[in-house]
């Protein structure tokens, strides 16, 4: 069983940064791939960026070069640094920790966090 807790949304202008975070509660934390998904409101929650136990990462295009994901094996951490945010980064955000192969795939996914928000101005 693994639970997780994410912080660190709000309120940002365009071109500003925030650093999320997810903690996670679990004895096998390092086992797990961990991923960040988000939803804007009337659209399906999509895939944005992911970090396997081995450390390979994965991005969705859009946020390639703006956004970095890390993880703190021994905090149970994983984190999304957002620098250069857009209006259209807007949503809430969603960690979550899977055991399988296609992390960019939600239902790869075994465990999700309660989200947190993030807004980004013009």
């Known amino acids: 069983q693994v639970q997780l807790v994410e912080s660190g949304g709000g309120l940002v202008q365009a071109g500003g940064s925030l650093r999320l975070s997810c903690a996670a509660s679990?004895?096998?934390?390092?086992?797990?791939?961990l991923g960040w998904f988000r939803q804007a409101p009337g659209k399906e929650r999509e895939f944005v960026a992911a970090?396997?136990?081995?450390?390979?990462?994965h991005y969705v295009d859009s946020v390639k070069d703006r956004f970095t994901i890390s993880r703190d094996n021994a905090k149970k951490t994983v984190y999304l640094q957002m620098n250069s945010l857009k209006p259209e980064d807007t949503a809430v955000y969603y960690c979550?920790?899977?055991?399988?192969?296609?992390?960019?795939?939600?239902?790869?996914?075994?465990?999700w966090g309660q989200g947190t928000q993030v807004t980004v101005s013009s």
């Open positions: 979550a920790a899977s055991r399988g192969a296609t992390l960019w795939d939600r239902s790869d996914y075994d465990y």
């Open positions: 679990g004895r096998t934390f390092n086992n797990y791939g």
């Open positions: 970090i396997r136990w081995s450390g390979r990462l």
